[in-house]
Every structure is written in C-alpha cells, then in structure tokens.
C-alpha cells in the first residue's frame, strides 16, 4: 500500500521529529561471500478479501509475528475509504483465520489510515507502528494480545525540516531489534514528491533519532523498475551482510520488489535486474509490494502484496502470498 499524499507542511514540534545522529546498524551475522538470489513463489494467496467486510476492497502490508509457535498477521485492509488494521492468526503462516478488525484512524490520526506497520514481539508485548494522519507520521500502538490495543497519543516518527528528504511525510515503517537499539527504516517524501528509505533508531521504540545522512536507499535509475519511488522496507542479516527488501515503483506505476545488500545497515547495494521479483500469476501482475520476511531453514519466507491493478496506493484487488527467497553461498 502506498499514499498519493496531499503536500502539507508537518506541524511541529512532533515527538521524534527534532533529533538527528550519526550511526550504523550493529556488524552483521556471518561471513561476507558471493550469493546466489532463488525467489520460489507460491501461486495462489494465502489471505483474500471478504466481500461485504471492512477488507473487501483490498488486503495488503502483511506484519507477522510469531509466539509460541502461533502466528499473528497484522494486515491492512481497505473497504473503499478507510484503511484499517486487522487480525489475521495461523499455525504454518500459510492458512490464516480472520479475527476481526483491530485498529482504525482516531484521534489525530485523522480518518482515513491507521495501517501499513511494522510489528514486534517485547517483553510478552506487541509493539505496533503504524502509518497515520494527513500528512503521513509514525504511531505506536501496545497490546498484550493482538486484540486490545494502547495506542500513544502522539506520533512517535514525524516529518523532517524544510528541505529533507522526509518533509512531507514519514511512512511505510518496518523495524527490527540490533544490540540496545530498534531500527526504524521508513519512507520520507520531499516536496518534489519522491519518495526513499530513511533509517532511524530508538532505545525504547518511542524516541527515536534519525540518521543525518539519509535517505539510505534512493531513487533507481532512468527506466529501471523502481525509478518512480522506493519504500516499504523490509531487513534481516545474514551471510556476513545486511539485507532489503524494498518495493519499487516505475513510470507506469507497476510495482516490484527489489533486493538490496548493506555491510554496515547505511550505504545500500542494489543487487542486480535478475534478483528483482515481479508477479507472474493474474492476482499479482501488475502489483508486488509490501514484504514481511522471516529467517526459515528453508530460506527467508517472505509474505507480500499483490495486485492485478498498475495503482501507487488502493483499489487494485489487493491479496497476500506467500515466497520463499533462497540464498545460497557459492
């Protein structure tokens, strides 16, 4: 899922709006050494729109997490007008149960978005940030069990200063945890509307200071797949590296996820064309966006949006698969 936003100016002051750093990502897990990019992907959805429901437009932005063997999807759905958080719960990741609908906009954030986040799993606690509001910020939303949420009553990541990357809008975030540190990679749009990853990080997920020097991951080149926009990260490490997955979106506004490599979690590598992963099924032709990865023994499975509809933000039949990236040391 992806904004067209309307270019307002950001209300300061915004709660980690003011704070900026110079700072890497903790050394990554393994030994550095060639690899070789596998994507296996499965044909058909794992979660679909419900007709008649509050998802029965679109569903998109899958955030999974897994406790105790259980795992929680926490997915946008979209009934026309509003985007919502909802539950979806599942013991393999690939057959889902609905729970309902579990966050909608309120309060500051307006009335059209509480959805595309990022969760985690601390201290027995989820830990939900969301996009919301108009022009888009970071929220924090707590639930002890993916049902009751707390939400704080600020945004936790706003927009940048006149001038940056990330004036008019901070979305799309996706974090992990490294060393005493959450890192944050997040959308910034300017005020010429391109949209790149920034990185920020916090010590308790609610203060976070942004790195100086983003974005991280920039535009691609003229006629490449995502020289129109990057966004919706999602990061891991392993062999000796740090890696993302990026959505990237080109003139036509087709959609497609790209594979990044980083040594220190900052200065990004584009892997090649023959890494990129586009949809090859009628659900995903024209949209393949939003990954969620987990480490499997298997390789990273990675849960992602599709749609058959060339649209930067709604309305293109939205469902959920499944794939499984396999990196192989050569």
């Not at 209300?11 to 903790?26: D, E, K, N, V």
């Not at 595309?116 to 639930?143: H, I, K, M, T």
Request: glycine content about 14%; some cysteine.
């Amino acid at each position: 899922m992806r904004r067209r936003w309307i270019l307002l100016a950001c209300i300061p002051p915004i709660a980690g709006c003011g704070s900026y750093s110079t700072f890497t990502l903790p050394d990554p897990v393994g030994r550095r050494s060639p690899v070789s990019l596998r994507w296996v992907v499965e044909p058909r959805p794992v979660l679909e729109p419900e007709p008649g429901s509050w998802d029965a437009v679109d569903v998109l932005n899958p955030a999974v997490v897994n406790r105790g063997g259980a795992y929680f999807n926490f997915y946008s759905g979209f009934d026309g007008k509003t985007w919502h958080t909802g539950l979806a719960t599942s013991a393999d990741g690939r057959h889902w149960t609905r729970r309902g609908k579990v966050l909608s906009p309120s309060g500051w954030e307006g009335a059209s978005i509480a959805a595309n986040g990022a969760a985690l799993l601390v201290g027995g606690e989820f830990l939900y940030w969301y996009q919301a509001g108009d022009p888009p910020r970071v929220a924090l939303a707590r639930s002890p069990d993916g049902s009751k949420w707390t939400r704080h009553d600020a945004p936790v990541v706003g927009c940048g200063p006149r001038g940056s990357f990330d004036e008019r809008g901070a979305a799309d975030p996706y974090v992990i945890r490294g060393g005493a540190h959450f890192f944050m990679y997040y959308l910034g749009q300017d005020r010429a509307r391109r949209q790149r990853i920034g990185l920020a990080r916090s010590t308790d997920g609610v203060h976070w200071e942004k790195l100086k020097t983003s974005p991280v991951l920039g535009l691609g080149e003229a006629g490449a797949f995502d020289e129109n926009g990057v966004g919706e990260p999602a990061v891991w490490t392993s062999h000796g590296s740090w890696w993302m997955l990026y959505t990237g979106r080109d003139r036509a506004e087709h959609r497609r996820i790209g594979v990044a490599r980083s040594r220190d979690g900052v200065r990004w590598d584009r892997i090649g064309p023959a890494a990129v992963f586009s949809g090859t099924e009628a659900w995903n032709s024209k949209v393949v966006c939003d990954p969620e990865v987990e480490a499997t023994e298997a390789g990273m499975r990675v849960w992602f949006g599709g749609g058959d509809v060339a649209h930067p933000a709604e309305n293109i039949h939205g469902r959920i698969g499944l794939a499984t990236l396999h990196i192989e040391a050569r």
